[in-house]
């Protein structure tokens, strides 16, 4: 089971506060992760070639065209400040 440390560290990365009951309710979770994953590890996968998805053959794709959503003038409605097609903002950087 991965003990407080583990993920105390995790959750100072991410920048996130997490109480001590929750430290322990995530402790519990990543055991259960970490066990699924064990698991997974006593698959026998020598004769299975890899993927990268199901459609390696052919890859169906659309011309990227530009297309107006006609949707710009309702959406600059709704903007308190407005300089022609844009958003106008107060400068927030001195």
Do not use: C, W
């Not at 929750?22 to 890899?50: A, C, F, M, R």
Request: glycine share 6%; no cysteine.
């Amino acid at each position: 089971m991965p003990d407080r440390k583990i993920v105390e560290y995790v959750a100072s990365l991410a920048r996130i506060g997490i109480s001590s009951e929750e430290t322990e309710h995530l402790s519990g979770q990543l055991s259960k992760i970490l066990g699924h994953i064990d698991k997974l590890k006593e698959l026998n996968v020598d004769n299975v070639e890899p993927m990268r998805g199901p459609h390696l053959e052919n890859n169906i794709f659309r011309k990227d065209e530009v297309v107006s959503s006609g949707v710009q003038e309702d959406i600059l409605k709704n903007a308190p400040l407005r300089e022609g097609n844009y958003f106008k903002i107060p400068k927030v950087i001195e």
